[in-house]
C-alpha cells in the first residue's frame, strides 16, 4: 500500500512538472534574442511586372512593453522607413488586426519559430486573401517570410522576405 502511494505522489509530481514545462504560449519576451541592429535585404514580387525584387537594409528591433517593433530603413533611392509593431496579448499577436497562431516553437537557443496567418486584401487590385508570416531565426539571423494565398486558390506564394544578420 505505502509502495502504491509513493507511485501515485510520484506520477502526480512528474505531471505537475511536466505542465509546467510544456508551456508554450507566445510572450513578448520571446522576441529578446531578436532585439538589436540587423543589416539584410527585402525581396518581394513586384505584382505590375511579375519580377522578384531585392534592396539591401539595414533594421533596428527592440521590446517596448508587450510589443516587439521593427524599424527598417530600405536603402533604395533615398531610402524608404518602414516600421512593424507586434503587440503580443494572451499568446495572441497584433498587427493591424489579431494574428492567428498556427504553430509557436520555442527552440534551445532561446529564439523561436511562429507561423501566423490573417484574412486580408492584397495586389493591385485587393483581392481577398489570407496572408501568413512565418518568423524563423535565432539571435544570429532572422527571417520573416510573408507568403499569400488568394481566396479561391490552393497555394500561398511568397510575397515578400526580410532575410537579416548581424
Known sequence: MLKRAFSLIALAV??????FTTTTELQPSAFQPFEGSWNGKLEYRDYTSSEWVGMPLEGAAFLK??????KYLLKEGKGYKQH???AIKDG?????GAWKTESFQPLSSGAFQLV?????RDGNDHKPCTFRVRFEGSAKNLTITKEVRFDGEADFFVRNQYSLNR
Open 14 to 19: 512528474s505531471l505537475i512538472g511536466f505542465s
Open 65 to 70: 512593453g508587450n510589443a516587439f517593433h521593427l
Open 84 to 86: 512593424y509593431v507586434y
Open 92 to 96: 495572441t499577436v497584433y498587427s493591424g
Open 116 to 120: 501566423m496567418s490573417q484574412k486580408g
